[in-house]
């Protein structure tokens, strides 16, 4: 999971043909990869950066230390997730 310190990056996916489609633009505050961490699955987008960036990479093992002394920030990452989803399916 990256966390953007500062800086700005998009989400693309890209379809069978080779077209991007960017799917949200993140900055300063911002995290992705957060999926892979909670679920185990490949990552299902490609993130490039649009200006110079600084982030704070949290690895699986570091993570699940986390979510053991504090539970409840998964049930705040579903929240995002799921607005997350909710806005990706409006584009």
């Known amino acids: ?11 693309v996916v890209t379809s069978e043909e080779g077209d991007e489609k960017v799917i949200a633009d993140l900055h300063g505050g911002d995290y992705f990869g957060e999926m892979a961490l909670l679920t185990g699955e490949p990552r299902s987008a490609s ?8 982030m704070f990479i949290l690895n699986k093992s570091d993570f699940d230390l986390i979510v053991e002394r504090f539970p409840s920030i998964t049930l705040s990452m579903g929240k995002i997730m799921s607005q997350r989803l909710r806005d990706t399916l409006q584009k």
């Open 47 to 54: 993130v490039i950066t649009t200006e110079p960036s600084e």
């Open 1 to 11: 999971m990256w966390i953007i310190i500062n800086g700005s990056v998009k989400v």
